[in-house]
């Protein structure tokens, strides 16, 4: 799964890919940056770190997710109608946005606007998104409307998706997002090689300054409202104290964290909310060779989890045996947690659980 890092110009979205990678990519207080920076990073699972700590494995593999940041030569939200091909090229191939917008003060990388404006940032990028859309479906139903006056073979489907890009189109105009017209499921499929923008999942996030940390300000309660409005889901953190503990060893950013009186990075909990609210969900698979993280669709079933782990386990599925992370959490070991009744035999149509660890019963 990969997530788009987008925002205007000097808003701190390089910094926070570094903080998010551990990473060093070069930062400015300008914009026109063509360089596109992918970073896959580790999602963080205390589940999964007490597993590996159990079983000792040879190999480990956690669950990922993509970072994807500088995206284009022009930055969003600067002009209307203004950001590049390449821009869009690259952004939508992404499941999902990062909006970062700014609250910080710095004089020495001023605002491209002369202001701080959190919830005006994030509604001209979304207004861009927006046109961009708006021109990819005036495309699209041209195409369409040429392809229904001249043939005849599939006529009705073509005329059903003409019907589909036509509600998109108003919704578009009205400076509604693809999100909110509220396809359905076969709706979404009909056109989903458009790859609409404002029909992936958006993440804000409030760029705020050192000072700001842990304080509740009118600048923070009017963009929390401004995403409740819209639907947003959001987080706030500080990129440049996020990058700079990133630099940190291991034991370091521990002891500078407990100083700190903060539990975890901020990184963390926005890495979680980015595979949260693409609706990814992990189950695990274990043993002496290998603890293994696998990144699933939530409500996905016993027999596409199996799938996800090779074909062959769901050709020949036969069943999972499952045990709640939670339940061998407790009991401390596979045996222990048989023992007491918690192992537990599902069908192919189970509906895999957050944690769940699994071992796939089967037969080719």
């Not at 705020?208 to 842990?214: K, N, P, R, Y």
């Not at 104290?241 to 903060?262: K, N, T, Y």
Request: charged share 30%; glycine share 8%.
């Amino acid at each position: 799964m990969q997530v788009g890092i987008v925002g205007p110009g000097s808003s701190g979205k390089t910094t926070l890919f570094n903080a998010l990678t551990r990473g060093s990519a070069a930062t400015s207080a300008y914009g026109g940056r063509r360089e596109v920076n992918v970073g896959v990073i580790q999602v963080p699972d205390p589940r999964f770190d007490w597993l590996v700590d159990l079983y000792h494995p040879r190999k480990v593999t956690p669950a990922t997710i993509e970072f994807v940041d500088g995206m284009g030569g022009q930055e969003a939200g600067e002009r209307r109608g203004d950001l590049g091909a390449d821009f869009y090229a690259t952004v939508r191939r992404t499941d999902a946005l990062a909006l970062v917008v700014r609250a910080f003060e710095d004089e020495m990388v001023p605002h491209p606007k002369g202001r701080i404006d959190p919830v005006a940032d994030a509604h001209a990028v979304v207004s861009e998104l927006i046109l961009a859309d708006l021109q990819a479906v005036e495309r699209r139903l041209e195409r369409l409307e040429k392809l229904a006056r001249g043939a005849k073979a599939d006529r009705a489907q073509t005329l059903r998706q003409i019907e589909i890009f036509q509600r998109l189109r108003e919704a578009l105009e009205e400076e509604r997002t693809a999100r909110e017209v509220g396809l359905t499921e076969e709706e979404q499929a009909a056109i989903r090689d458009v790859e609409l923008l404002t029909d992936k999942t958006i993440v804000l996030v409030l760029n705020i300054g050192e000072d700001q940390i842990g304080q509740e300000t009118p600048t923070t309660q009017a963009f929390a409202a401004y995403a409740a409005e819209h639907g947003y889901t959001w987080i706030a953190l500080c990129a440049k104290v996020e990058a700079e503990v990133a630099q940190l060893e291991p034991e370091e950013e521990s002891e500078f964290l407990e100083a700190m009186g903060i539990e975890e990075p901020a990184r963390n909990r926005f890495i979680r909310v980015c595979y949260g609210s693409l609706g990814l969900i992990s189950f695990f698979t274990v043993g002496e060779d290998e603890v293994r993280a696998w990144t699933i669709r939530k409500e996905s079933t016993a027999v596409q989890a199996a799938g996800k782990i090779h074909s062959d386990l769901a050709r020949g599925f036969i069943r999972a045996e499952t045990l709640p992370y939670e339940r061998l959490r407790e009991t401390g070991s596979w045996n222990a947690a048989k023992e007491k009744g918690y192992l537990r035999l599902e069908g192919k149509e189970y509906r895999v659980q957050d944690g769940d660890i699994l071992h796939i019963r089967f037969q080719v």
